[in-house]
């Protein structure tokens, strides 16, 4: 099972932390954001993980390369210029070769969502795209989708100025093959503006029910650290 982790993000809104450590590195309760995302991973069955870098990637690559777990490969993928969140895993449409369906996450957010329900969920509906979806509090900031009583996305607008309801793109993905042949081919392609409107009334949304937050602004963060310990 193959997952992709998007990791290259400059983090200017945490930015002097940023200035110095790669969004991804932030510790949260003492370990590394992307250390949380690779115990998760591997928990749920996950074995060959790809992470783009770009901000301090030197970083990067040293907490991956010190990174000990059987069983687990991590691959790394440099970009000198951001390529966008689709446009990294066109760039890398060869390493998801052979894996079926894969999963995509932003690695800059916190969860310990249950990625193996997300699985089933996308399974059982034989979605060729399915997006977990949370609650926010702030959805003009957001992707925001619709769905029907089966979880069907009806609509999807990235930040909009009048948003039709609260439930948000998550940055978490499963996608099949079928992928590859929606995303333009364009220097820089982005997931909520260039990819998922072409993908409304064939995807689908999963609802998190677990623990989930965007750590992009100081609160946040802050917040996600007082959670993480209790």
Known sequence: MKAVLLAAGVGARLQPLTDHIPKCLVPINGLPLLGHWFRLLARHGYTDLLVNTHHLGGQVRAFVEAWRAPGLRIALFHEPVLLGSAGTVAANRRFMAGAGDFLIVYADNLTDMDLSAFRRFHVGRRSPFTIGLFESPEPSQCGIAECNSEGRILSFEEKPAHPRGC????????????????????????????????????????????????????????????????
């Open 167 to 230: 439930l948000a793109n998550a940055g978490i993905y499963l996608a099949g093959p079928s992928l590859f042949d929606l995303i333009p081919p364009k220097p820089y392609t982005d997931f909520g503006f260039d990819v998922l409107p072409r993908l409304v009334g064939r995807m689908f949304g999963y609802r998190i029910s677990e623990y989930y937050r965007d750590l992009g602004t100081p609160e946040r963060l802050a917040q996600a650290q007082r959670d993480w310990q209790s």
